[in-house]
T-cell receptor
Framework: GAVVSQHPSRVICKSGTSVKIECRSLDFQATTMFWYRQFPKQSLMLMATSNEGSKATYEQGVEKDKFLINHASLTLSTLTVTSAHPEDSSFYIC?????????????FGPGTRLTVT | DQQVKQNSPSLSVQEGRISILNCDYTNSMFDYFLWYKKYPAEGPTFLISISSIKDKNEDGRFTVFLNKSAKHLSLHIVPSQPGDSAVYFCAATILASGAGSYQLTFGKGTKLSVIP
């Protein structure tokens, strides 16, 4: 199946700094990638939809100036958490959409655990 | 407002028995449903899906049933194995809205423990 990678898998940063998370589709091209956030014992919440070559579409309540998304190529999307605060500590997961046999499927990356101290 | 609900946060089943995971939804526009399996500190892995034009889809030990009138779906795992122990997420989307969306709405998940 399609493989999506994320880097880093785990990051600890100090409050006020910025962190960049990379999401790559390894064996396919993804025109659309999604970024999710999961808090403990909660469902995955969609943060934004990223389309290659255009601006990301953010879900209600997600600050676009804080969570910068760049989808510069068909295999790479990045999420930058700017001026991180402890409440941004979470598990961030990206996914890439691919069309298989006429159906759209989403493949998820392994996730990035962000801890802001 | 939670559009996809998994009311059981956890479920324990004996190895070899059937596991039944339930999911309810409120948005009647949803027309495609998926189940994902997730291990701790990993991303979700796709398991099985079903379109709203069907009421059953089977793949090996996994079967998903859809009851549109009740806005309910369930995932059956038979026989359950210890390796099935994970958190299972139900997700829904509206495919008919066009190729530009396909945004998934997830339930909170059910933690399945299969006891050897």
């Amino acid at each position: 199946g399609a493989v999506v990678s994320q880097h880093p898998s785990r990051v600890i940063c100090k409050s006020g700094t910025s962190v960049k998370i990379e999401c790559r589709s390894l064996d396919f091209q993804a025109t659309t990638m999604f970024w999710y956030r999961q808090f403990p014992k909660q469902s995955l919440m969609l943060m934004a939809t990223s389309n290659e070559g255009s601006k990301a579409t953010y879900e209600q309540g997600v600050e676009k100036d804080k969570f910068l998304i760049n989808h510069a190529s068909l295999t790479l999307s990045t999420l930058t958490v700017t001026s991180a605060h402890p409440e941004d500590s979470s598990f961030y997961i990206c996914s890439a959409r691919v069309r298989l046999a006429g159906n759209y499927e989403q493949y998820f990356g392994p996730g990035t655990r962000l801890t802001v101290t | 407002d939670q559009q996809v609900k998994q009311n059981s946060p956890s479920l324990s089943v004996q190895e070899g028995r059937i596991s039944i995971l339930n999911c309810d939804y409120t948005n009647s526009m949803f027309d495609y449903f998926l189940w994902y399996k997730k291990y701790p500190a990993e991303g979700p892995t796709f398991l099985i899906s079903i379109s709203s034009i069907k009421d059953k889809n089977e793949d090996g030990r996994f079967t998903v049933f859809l009851n549109k009138s009740a806005k309910h779906l369930s995932l059956h795992i038979v026989p359950s194995q210890p390796g099935d122990s994970a958190v299972y997420f139900c997700a829904a989307t509206i495919l008919a809205s066009g190729a530009g969306s396909y945004q998934l709405t997830f339930g909170k998940g059910t933690k399945l423990s299969v006891i050897p």
